[in-house]
């Protein structure tokens, strides 16, 4: 028998809001699944419990991630704690590096942000290789029990958390890449009941399974998963993943709807589920996180944990999964053509006043990136400006200008601290990336403008 009209619209309006409730969820579980199937830790996979580290970083030839950053070589993981808490330990580095191990939970909140600046623990020795580490013990929320002493405690919320570890580096020759590739293997991820050993531990092989799509998860869940196999998918998690922040009145929908506890019987129908979907996408699509400041898009507030504004979490999911805390990095972004009508290259600058570089405890940088939001090939080997190498103020004004351009400049000294190229054709976009923002110090009218150079650049 059909629901009467206005049942069948209240239906369909609940499973959207459940369809952008739970997308966060789904995509996180599908990109955890790609991620982790294989059985050994390879170049961009890791099985659950085993830390990926990335040793170098990343070339305009690489397009398995968009909008990678230069500045820092990446540490990975997904941890499973549904059986006893992980413990990773993080190495004491040389002062002024910064490093941060950001630890997000199954919603994709950031329930957890060790750094150089706030390590939260006190170093210990490891056992098995002598070094000064801090060690964090990962635990469920469901674990119940005593630490080692020297183990500082981070209860997460739920068992799936994702580790996204990021340490800086300095410049991309070689000592300096061997010098934080060091760090990274001082890092040690193992079971509490493993810990402390003398490095015998080994971990398990995991497990490759061939029917995993190697599709991108933005892709399988916007694409090819039908409604009814979300709504599927959603159910099977809400089984083994708390809602975080608990909700009494979502709570109360995903019953309603046969979601949770799983019901067949009252879900809506599959053309309704499908319906879901694409109203659901359209609403995460349409979403507007928040005003652009002068041209720029610069989410300084509910990011990095969500709350229960769904529809903000679903967006930056879309847009950028894995982002951090405000207090932790700021990713302003700003897009412009790369030519004008005629085809004719056109030049951009972006002052700083004097006193007025970006705001940070750690350090800054700006990067640009093709219209696909990969790094932009150039002889240079220039992808970003601002960290490496501190970029020179005018000596009259104090003023810091940064030359956005295809065309090096004219200045020698200008054009290897200064110069940030761009394409020739097209679009791009640029990031400043902040890390350790000093976010009180940021105002509304911050960042400044990207200003579009009029004329021949002189140098």
């Known amino acids: 028998m059909a629901l009467p009209h206005d049942s069948a619209q209240h239906s369909a309006g609940s499973a959207t809001d459940v369809y952008v409730f739970g997308y966060s969820l789904v995509t996180m579980e599908l990109t955890r699944r790609l991620q982790t199937n294989t059985v050994k830790v390879g170049s961009t996979q890791a099985p659950p419990n085993q830390l990926l580290q990335y040793s170098a970083p990343p070339t305009p030839e690489m397009r398995d991630v968009v909008r990678p950053n230069v500045d820092t070589l990446y540490t990975q993981a997904w941890l499973d704690l549904a059986a006893e808490p992980m413990v990773l330990e993080v190495p004491v580095m040389d002062e002024g590096r910064y490093w941060l191990m950001e630890l997000l939970d199954a919603w994709t909140n950031v329930v957890g942000d060790p750094n150089s600046i706030k390590p939260l623990a006190t170093p210990v020795t490891d056992p098995a290789t002598g070094a000064e580490v801090y060690c964090y013990a990962l635990t469920g929320p469901d674990w119940q029990g005593e630490l080692p002493s020297g183990v500082h405690r981070l ?18 020759g070689e000592e300096e890449i061997q010098t934080v590739t060091g760090y990274q293997n001082l890092m040690r991820l193992l079971p509490l009941s493993a810990w402390p050993n003398n490095g015998s531990y080994v971990p398990p092989d995991g497990v490759y399974d061939p029917d995993v799509p190697s599709t991108p998860p933005s892709e399988l869940v916007n694409v090819t998963m039908t409604g009814p196999e979300f709504f599927e998918e959603l159910a099977a998690l809400l089984t083994r ?59 300084r507030t509910d990011i990095g944990y969500y709350g229960t504004d769904y529809t903000q979490r679903a967006y930056i999911t879309a847009i950028g999964l894995g982002a951090n805390l405000p207090e932790d990095a700021l990713y302003p972004s700003i897009a412009g053509a790369a030519t004008d009508d005629t085809g004719a290259p056109l030049r951009y600058t972006l002052t700083f006043p004097a006193g007025q570089l970006p705001p940070v405890n750690g350090f800054w940088s700006l990067t640009a990136y093709d219209s696909d939001s990969f790094l932009i090939a ?24 940064l030359y956005i351009q295809a065309d090096p400049i004219a200045d020698p000294e200008l054009r290897a601290t200064n110069w940030l190229p761009i394409d020739t054709e097209g679009n791009f976009s640029v990031t400043l990336r902040l890390y350790a923002p000093r976010t009180d110090d940021i105002p509304a009218s911050w960042p400044p403008p990207l200003v579009q150079e009029r004329g021949d650049h002189s140098g």
């Open 155 to 172: 209860r997460m919320p739920t068992d799936t958390i994702w580790l996204l570890g990021r340490t800086e580096i300095h410049n991309t």
């Open 241 to 299: 993943t708390p809602l975080n922040p608990p909700d009494a009145a979502m709570s109360a929908v995903l019953e309603e709807l046969g979601v949770h506890p799983y019901d067949r019987s009252k879900l809506p129908t599959d053309a309704q589920l499908g319906l879901a979907k694409h109203l659901g996408l359209s609403r995460i699509s349409r979403h507007k996180a928040s005003e652009p400041v002068n041209g720029w898009t610069f989410t």
């Open 378 to 401: 150039n002889p240079a080997d220039i992808y970003a400006v601002g960290h490496y190498v501190a970029p020179v103020a005018d000596s009259d004004t104090g003023a810091t200008t």
